[in-house]
């Protein structure tokens, strides 16, 4: 094991630097894990799907398929000192394109992920304002439809008529200039792609000195959005209407979890905010001295990341408790997810607090944070992944940061098309087909059949041990080999067999050619794999005359 360890540092050159101390990395896996999806998903998820009921399989999968999934690739990450890439080729070549899968998702993800701090750079801009923009109809974009919220509604909180609402049409009119479909792309929001540029310029400056540099950087962004959630919650706590909220938000029904869906819910929202089958977790791994406890550091990470989600829902469901106690409706009727929730309910609830400027800005202050720390940790690891792939070349001179200002201009050129009229549409390809659900899912399997199967659990329990100086409880070991790879598979095959196209706002639907756009993205990443595995097992036949599962660091 100890000749083991040798060979392995003296794969890559010692300019490849290494996290300055413990903090440093955990506060790095804190930005990437905390983000948007705990404010903005868990929630919402939690109300729809059963309340408190729906703790129920998100405890379950926590255990079961998000931490040993983490855990694998973290320790997977530490023990080979490479990123997403090579670390598969490391243990079994044959598995290398797991890395080039995951990488694709990872670029996709900084494609995309970065238009909303866009989006939201441009709310907080908009927030120092003597009155809200979004709080009245009396704007350049209003339309004859526009009401002021709270006005002509029904007795049930649904608007009226053909009429819109002042934060919806700001949404829509000013901040996106919505076109009617894909079809019509339109031209590019200047002001958005402006935010964009913004955003772009200030996470290549957060990495582009390596971990030495970012590891100074994560000190502030991923403990100040905590400051900013504090704040937020002990101010909703505090409003009229947050205890209605908060029993909307935990009320239990049982009965909701004999509904299939609801457990799909709880697998995704696991592996999606854990930050896991993206090659992010091995290339920040890497950076950790060889013995360090990852074991330890995987479950208080994702405890972490969980209890995170869990109080962001008391803080979301405060206010909208709040804004349905000042309007008199039920709150199912103002409950958002996603972008809904942060740029229409949410505004529209600050609009109606005393002060409400700095509420506004202290909300959108919190959005840029926990997005922009998992956009550069995002990008860090696609960066470690490239760079150690060729790490006599990247890590000469200045070519790390030529490679990030080129990764950083092409992803700006393509985040232009989301920032165009018709831009929310190819976002929304983005995110439903190329970031989540079936890629995620495959990879979720895969990885832990290949290091419980074909690299061997026994095996990789040794190297853990050598590493943390300890066995850890079997159950991990289980995990990778039965229940992770099974409960994957079963969550994967529902999923196709319940799959529906992607429609914005339930009403419009895509033309062929933007479903077969949405395909190609969640294919090309997912086909990685088993397209590498049949390219390796025919060099293995060519070369040897006969078909063998290489496997590597004896």
Excluded at 63 to 78: A, D
Excluded at 314 to 339: C, N, R, W
Excluded at 399 to 414: D, H, M
Aim: net charge neutral; charged share 10%.
């Amino acid at each position: 094991m100890e000749l083991m360890r040798n060979d392995i540092n003296q794969d890559h050159p010692p300019s490849r630097g290494q996290w300055d101390n413990k903090r440093e990395f955990m506060l790095a896996v804190v930005g990437v894990i905390i983000g948007l999806g705990n404010v903005w998903r868990f929630p919402y998820l939690c109300f729809k799907n059963g309340g408190g009921a729906f703790l129920i399989p998100y405890v379950l999968f926590l255990f079961t398929c998000g931490i040993p999934i983490f855990f694998l690739e973290l320790s997977l990450g530490q023990f080979t000192g490479q990123g997403g890439i090579t670390c598969w080729r490391k243990i079994c070549p044959s598995f290398e394109g797991l890395g080039y899968g995951s990488q694709l998702i990872m670029l996709y993800t900084v494609m995309y992920y970065i238009v909303i701090l866009a989006w939201a750079f441009l709310f907080l801009f908009s927030s120092f304002n003597t009155q809200l923009p979004w709080a009245n109809c009396h704007n350049s974009w209003n339309t004859e439809d526009c009401t002021d919220y709270g006005q002509n509604r029904s007795s049930n909180g649904h608007i009226l008529g053909n009429t819109t609402s002042s934060v919806e049409e700001f949404w829509q009119r000013r901040i996106l200039g919505l076109s009617g479909g894909i079809e019509e792309i339109g031209s590019i929001r200047w002001d958005l792609a402006g935010c964009l540029l913004l955003s772009w310029v200030v996470c290549y400056f957060c990495i582009w000195k390596g971990v030495k540099f970012s590891g100074k950087v994560v000190y502030f962004t991923a403990t100040f959005p905590y400051v900013m959630l504090i704040a937020l919650l002990i101010r909703g706590l505090t409003l009229p209407g947050a205890t209605d909220g908060i029993r909307f938000y935990l009320s239990p029904d049982p009965g909701r979890l004999a509904d299939p869906q609801v457990w799909m819910d709880a697998a995704n929202q696991i592996l999606f905010s854990s930050a896991v089958c993206t090659g992010c977790m091995a290339s920040l791994g890497s950076y950790n001295e060889y013995n360090n406890n990852c074991y330890r550091d995987s479950f208080l990470l994702c405890l972490l990341n969980s209890l995170t989600s869990f109080v962001s829902g008391f803080a979301v469901f405060s206010v909208l408790g709040f804004m349905a106690h000042e309007l008199g409706v039920d709150i199912s009727t103002v409950a958002e997810s996603g972008p809904g929730l942060a740029f229409i309910a949410y505004p529209q609830a600050a609009a109606m607090m005393p002060v409400p400027q700095l509420w506004a800005a202290f909300f959108f202050i919190m959005i840029i944070f926990l997005g922009l720390d998992s956009q550069f940790v995002y990008l860090e690891g696609l960066l470690t992944s490239t760079s150690d792939m060729y790490p006599s070349f990247f890590f000469t001179g200045h070519r790390r940061k030529l490679l990030l200002l080129a990764i950083c201009v092409v992803c700006f050129l393509v985040g232009l098309l989301m920032v165009t009229e018709g831009g929310l549409y190819i976002f929304q390809l983005f995110d439903y087909y190329a970031c989540s659900g079936m890629p995620i899912m495959f990879f979720a399997i895969l990885e832990p059949v290949c290091v419980g199967w074909i690299y061997g659990a026994d095996r990789y329990y040794d190297i853990i041990k050598d590493m943390i100086g300890y066995r850890p409880w079997p159950y991990m070991k289980y995990c990778w080999k039965y229940v992770t790879p099974s409960i994957c598979t079963g969550i994967l095959l529902f999923s196709l067999v319940k799959f529906t196209p992607l429609k914005y706002n339930n009403t419009y639907q895509y033309p062929w050619w933007g479903y077969a756009i949405g395909m190609f993205l969640a294919l090309s990443s997912a086909l990685m794999a088993p397209l590498w595995f049949l390219y390796s097992m025919t060099l293995n036949l060519c070369s040897h005359g006969a078909v063998k599962l290489p496997v590597k660091l004896n």
